[in-house]
C-alpha cells in the first residue's frame, strides 16, 4: 500500500511546534517538518506556509481577475463592493457601502485605541485626536481668559 494513504491527517489547528517552524525557514532547518509546517493553497492545493493563504502563482491570477472585475463594475457605474446599487457620482462605492466601511473604520479605530494627543491617557472621541475631557478643559481656559479680559477691561 502507499504510504501516502497511511499517513494521519493533518489538524485543523497548527501545532506550537508548527507555529514555531513558521518563523524558522523550513527548508533551512532539517529538525522541522515540512508538512507540519505548511499547508494547503485554497486554489490550487500546493503546499505553502502557514499564515498564507494562496500559493504566489494563485495570488496574481487572483489580483489580475480582481482587477478585471473592479474595472468591470466601474465602467459600468456599479459599485465596486456589493455590485448591486449604483454610487453617487464620482465615487466608486453606494452610499450603503460607503457607510458600512465608515463603521467598520470607526470600530477598528475604538479597538485599537486612539489615544489622546494632548493627554495621552484616554481614546480620542473624532478626527481630531482629542478626548472629551481635554475638549472641555481647552473651552474652560478659552472662556476664563475671556472673563479676565472683560475684567481688566471693565476696570479701570
Not at 14 to 20: D, G, H, R, Y
Not at 60 to 65: A, G, L, R
Not at 70 to 86: F, R
Amino acid at each position: 500500500m502507499n504510504s501516502l494513504y497511511n499517513r494521519t491527517p493533518l489538524p485543523s489547528e497548527p501545532s506550537q511546534k508548527a507555529i514555531e517552524a513558521h518563523r524558522r525557514d523550513p527548508e533551512l532547518d532539517p529538525t522541522i517538518d515540512p508538512v507540519s509546517a505548511t499547508r494547503k493553497c485554497f486554489d490550487c492545493l500546493n503546499r505553502i506556509p502557514l499564515g498564507t493563504r494562496l500559493c504566489d502563482s494563485c495570488k496574481v491570477k487572483h489580483n489580475e481577475w480582481n482587477k478585471g472585475r473592479y474595472q468591470k463594475l466601474k465602467n459600468e457605474g456599479m459599485c465596486t463592493t456589493c455590485a448591486a446599487n449604483k454610487p453617487a457620482p464620482g465615487l466608486a462605492k453606494c452610499q450603503a457601502c460607503l457607510l458600512r466601511c465608515q463603521a467598520s473604520w470607526a470600530e477598528a479605530k475604538r479597538q485599537h485605541g486612539v489615544l489622546c494627543s494632548t493627554c495621552k491617557m484616554q481614546l480620542a472621541d473624532d478626527d481630531t485626536g482629542v478626548c472629551q475631557t481635554c475638549k472641555d478643559y481647552e473651552k474652560v481656559q478659552i472662556m476664563n481668559k475671556k472673563e479676565e479680559k472683560a475684567k481688566k477691561t471693565s476696570d479701570p
